[in-house]
């Protein structure tokens, strides 16, 4: 089945305007009537693209996380890993309504809510085993589930506990000084 650009268009406006109510209130506040309204659409249209609130809001998520994603430049691992891992924090600093929604949704019994969460954390995860791959694809996926895992953690006391968000890039640096000696020998013996 393909998808009309009409219809593609029908549901960027029904993720933008779930995104701009997530961006001004909390997820739980946030009524899908309001959202169909804000996008100009019929509250059973909404429904017709987005099985429930929980998939729309995956759905919000997951866009979001693409489009807040950091381009890790640099010319070493290092560099591009602290970039990207910085980046993420970040993101979820400044949004983190965004953070609260998505740990929220984790325990969604929505199959599509689900797929899509669980192909941002692959998605995260493979982003962050990219910047050090020069590990090898086994060591570069534990680091970088590692890392997802320290970040997600950390965030989890700086959102919910009042942690302090300086104390979770302190944290990632020292991960990832921990990973520098590795980087570096790996990089050295491809060169």
Not at 103 to 120: G, I, Y
Not at 153 to 179: C, K, N, Q
Request: glycine share 4%; charged share 25%.
């Amino acid at each position: 089945m393909t998808t009309s650009s009409w219809q593609v268009e029908r549901r960027d406006r029904i993720l933008r305007a779930a995104r701009e109510s997530l961006q001004e209130q909390e997820y739980e506040t946030i009524q899908m009537r309001d959202v169909a309204q804000r996008a100009g659409v019929a509250l059973g249209t909404l429904y017709r693209c987005f099985s429930s609130k929980e998939h729309l809001y995956a759905a919000v998520v997951t866009d979001w996380g693409s489009r807040s994603a950091v381009a890790a430049h640099g010319e070493s691992p290092e560099t591009r890993v602290r970039a990207r891992v910085h980046g993420v924090i970040t993101a979820y600093e400044r949004q983190p309504q965004f953070y609260r929604a998505h740990v929220t949704l984790q325990s969604s019994a929505d199959p599509n809510a689900r797929e899509l969460l669980t192909e941002f954390a692959r998605d995260a995860r493979d982003a962050l085993a990219a910047e050090v791959a020069v590990l090898g694809p086994a060591p570069a996926d534990d680091a970088a589930t590692m890392l997802w895992a320290l970040i997600t953690s950390r965030l989890t006391h700086a959102i919910y506990r009042g942690g302090d968000v300086e104390e979770i890039h302190r944290i990632a640096d020292r991960f990832v000084d921990l990973l520098v000696p590795r980087l570096r020998n790996e990089q050295a013996e491809e060169g």
